[in-house]
């Protein structure tokens, strides 16, 4: 089955700096997603990424799948206090899959 | 982006009981959707897959006869928590996906069995 492994589990960050999150998957990915959640709530969409070497950007995250389709990044630039929560990679294992399964999540907490 | 309401968003109901949540898809006409429950500080785990009309698919480990599913209509998906137990306490989360290849998610219930 489709395995999604988040790295790493938790990120402490100052105020302003860069960061990445990197999500790794034991097979073949169709279409990746970026999910940004606050624990107990519901999941606010980043991002897709469907194609090998894809790269989108929205504010100050970018987020790239790199072209083997096995990998993605999620990076955050001068990142701010509002950048703080879960975020998660999901995807579905094979094109058009009906599975959507997710990482385990990175856990960001921005320091002032 | 496309709507999905989840409904209730919080419950406490009394072990023993059964509860129903509601997963809606607002603006748009889900082929396919899911259920995932969510432990404190940990990330969604897939309950079931549901397409309309038919039978949910169940991930290993999870009870159907537990967790009953119904995708009735295009537009609702209901997941009943049967003889719920204080073990059942979580956040469950419905996600939809349409004719494209995304998924929209509600905004989550908190349930609470006492």
């Known amino acids: 089955s489709q395995e999604l492994e988040q790295s790493p589990q938790s990120l402490i960050v100052q105020e302003g700096k860069n960061l990445t999150i990197n999500c790794t998957s034991s097979?073949?990915?169709?279409?990746l997603y970026w999910y940004k959640q606050k624990y107990g709530e519901g999941l606010i969409f980043l991002m897709m990424?469907?194609?090998?070497?894809e790269e989108k950007s929205h504010e100050k995250i970018t987020a790239k799948l790199d072209e083997k389709k096995q990998q993605s990044s999620l990076h955050i630039t001068a990142s701010q206090p509002s950048h703080a929560g879960i975020y998660l990679c999901?995807?579905?294992?094979?094109?058009?899959?009906?599975?959507?399964?997710f990482g385990q999540g990175t856990r960001l907490t921005i320091n002032p | 982006g496309a709507v999905v309401s989840q409904h209730p968003s919080w419950v406490i109901c009394k072990s023993g009981t059964s509860v129903k949540i509601e997963c809606r898809s607002l603006d748009f006409q889900a082929t396919t959707m899911f259920w995932y429950r969510q432990f404190p500080k940990q990330s969604l785990m897939l309950m079931a897959t549901?397409?309309?009309?038919?039978?949910?698919?169940?991930e290993q480990g999870v009870e159907k006869d537990k967790f009953l599913i119904n995708h009735a209509s295009l537009t609702l998906s209901t997941l009943t928590v049967t003889s719920a137990h204080p073990e059942d306490s979580s956040f469950y989360i419905c996600s939809a996906r349409g004719s494209w290849n995304r998924a929209f998610f509600g905004q989550g219930t908190r349930l609470t069995v006492v």
């Open positions: 990424l469907q194609k090998g070497g």
């Open positions: 549901s397409n309309e009309g038919s039978k949910a698919t169940y």
């Open positions: 999901g995807a579905g294992s094979l094109q058009g899959a009906q599975k959507l399964v």
């Open positions: 097979k073949t990915l169709y279409g």
